[in-house]
């Protein structure tokens, strides 16, 4: 089982600057992709930027040249640096994180594939 926690929500304003962290742990062989994602009451969750283990990063066109994302693979750590916010991006930012478990088995420790979402953290950008 892997667990994500998420830090570094709260209130701002308009024009302001917020850095989440994501944090895994747990049963990891590797980790893939780790990613944010954004969700708003009675809308769906949307992808707001992703980077795999390669640096690669695609970002969500309402956040590109504001939002950066960054990971830190020896700590199992992603964060999301948010510049310029603005009161649309309120919302509750959830880390997901993708990859391989580890077996047990020394010989063979890679593991089945898991998928985990952490619990969430509220952004509130006020005008």
């Known amino acids: 089982q892997v667990a994500l926690v998420e830090t570094g929500g709260g209130l701002v304003q308009a024009g302001g600057s917020l850095r989440l962290s994501c944090a895994a742990s747990?049963?990891?062989?590797?980790?893939?992709?780790m990613g944010w994602y954004r969700q708003t009451p009675g809308k769906l969750r949307e992808l707001a930027a992703v980077?795999?283990?390669?640096?690669?990063?695609n970002y969500a066109d309402s956040v590109k040249g504001r939002f950066t994302i960054s990971r830190d693979s020896a700590k199992n750590s992603v964060y999301l640096q948010m510049n310029s916010l603005k009161p649309e991006d309120t919302a509750v930012y959830y880390c997901?994180?993708?990859?391989?478990?580890?077996?047990?088995?020394?010989?063979?420790?890679?593991?089945?594939?898991?998928?985990?979402w952490g619990q969430g953290t509220q952004v509130t950008v006020s005008a």
């Open positions: 747990g049963n990891i062989y590797s980790i893939n992709r």
């Open positions: 980077i795999t283990s390669g640096g690669n990063t």
């Open positions: 997901n994180a993708e990859g391989i478990a580890y077996s047990g088995n020394y010989f063979e420790p890679a593991g089945p594939e898991f998928g985990s």
